[in-house]
């Protein structure tokens, strides 16, 4: 992938997350194909597992929109923005439960976002409401370059009632953001 990026044959960025994949695959053993998924900017595992087509992510990557998948037939749906799908995560909830769907939504969100009043907002909604969503976090300790912790605090991974919680070590980079070690 990183040959791709550099020969400019992928147009944009592509930010892979190795090192969570057992997590992820023992999440999604309880995510169901009629559910919705929310990921976040490093979500081409997310949408594998979810059912995207695999020629559907390569070929998004390749046309630069490695971070904005969204499939509304496979109900996927991603943000680049850090949070951005919080919101809209919880509007899906709420639909879902206002017409009495047999449906439930997971939200992705990483440490750094799971740090924002936006992430906490959205999970005490949720819970006040009993909403169908489960907020699942990904912490890599990193808020892209920089360690969580020091940016933002010690991270609080208690469990809300509607609450996942991960740790892992990230093994791939992101590629195509430059970063410099002596910033």
């Not at 996927?76 to 919080?86: D, M």
């Not at 992430?119 to 409401?129: P, V």
Request: charged share 25%.
């Amino acid at each position: 992938m990183r040959e791709a990026v550099e020969d400019r044959v992928v147009l944009g960025p592509v930010h892979l997350s190795g090192g969570n994949e057992s997590q992820l695959i023992e999440i999604f053993r309880d995510v169901k194909r009629g559910d919705w998924c929310f990921a976040t900017y490093r979500s081409h595992y997310h949408g594998l597992l979810h059912g995207l087509p695999e020629e559907y992510v390569f070929k998004e990557i390749l046309a630069g929109r490695s971070m904005s998948l969204h499939s509304a037939e496979h109900r996927f749906y991603t943000s680049a923005i850090v949070g951005g799908c919080l919101p809209i995560a919880l509007g899906v909830a709420a639909a879902i439960k206002r017409n009495e769907r047999d449906r439930h939504v997971w939200c992705f969100v990483g440490d750094m976002a799971a740090s924002a009043g936006t992430f906490h907002d959205c999970e005490k909604y949720a819970a006040r409401n009993d909403l169908p969503i489960t907020f699942v976090i990904e912490d890599n300790g990193m808020s892209t370059y920089t360690p969580t912790q020091e940016a933002w605090g010690p991270h609080n991974p208690d469990r809300f009632p509607k609450r996942q919680y991960y740790c892992y070590t990230q093994t791939e980079p992101h590629i195509g953001a430059k970063h410099e070690a002596t910033l």
